[in-house]
């Protein structure tokens, strides 16, 4: 890849997290990659909506909420960890570092950790206090008070940045 590169260039090397050149091989296998999720997703999008069509008839906003529920249960269960061991496979994500790099790498892991850690822990604890305010009917600030939720958000986090660091 020149100095710049296209849009469309820089934008699939950042979202499969390919580092050096953009070459024929990684275009290649990005595309494949990005065809096999095309073909997983048709059906997703496609009997759903259908489901809740029919299921709209009855009940539209548990109808609607399982819909996006769904959206969102197979993106995270399905598409997410399909891109992640495809690349890791396809060796999109490999990066060689010189023993005189390691600490600087290592450095650079633990930045990721501890993020994925806090997004993770941000993530889980507004989701839960959401759905429990939707679907138990609790109160939103008390939702976000309770030491329970805390609790969990932070341990949820805990193991996001342990794993994370271990696919690093």
Known sequence: MKNGGSLRDRVVKHFF?????????????????????????????????????VWATK????ALLGLIFFNIIF????????????????????NE????????????????????????FVFFYLMQVILNS???NTSFVGGLTSLRNIKTAVLTGILLGITMGITN
């Open 59 to 62: 009940s539209p906003e548990n």
């Open 134 to 136: 939707i679907f138990d």
């Open 75 to 94: 993106v995270g269960i399905i598409i997410c960890p399909y891109l992640m061991t495809a690349s890791r496979r396809a060796h999109l994500t490999d």
């Open 97 to 120: 570092v010189d023993i005189r790099n390691l600490p600087a790498a290592r450095k650079n892991i633990l930045k990721r950790v501890l993020g994925s850690s806090l997004y993770g």
């Open 17 to 53: 997290n390919i580092s050096g050149d953009f070459d024929e091989y990684k275009r290649q296998e990005t595309n494949r990659i990005g065809t096999n999720v095309m073909l997983l997703c048709l059906p997703a999008l496609l009997i759903p909506s259908i489901i809740a069509g």
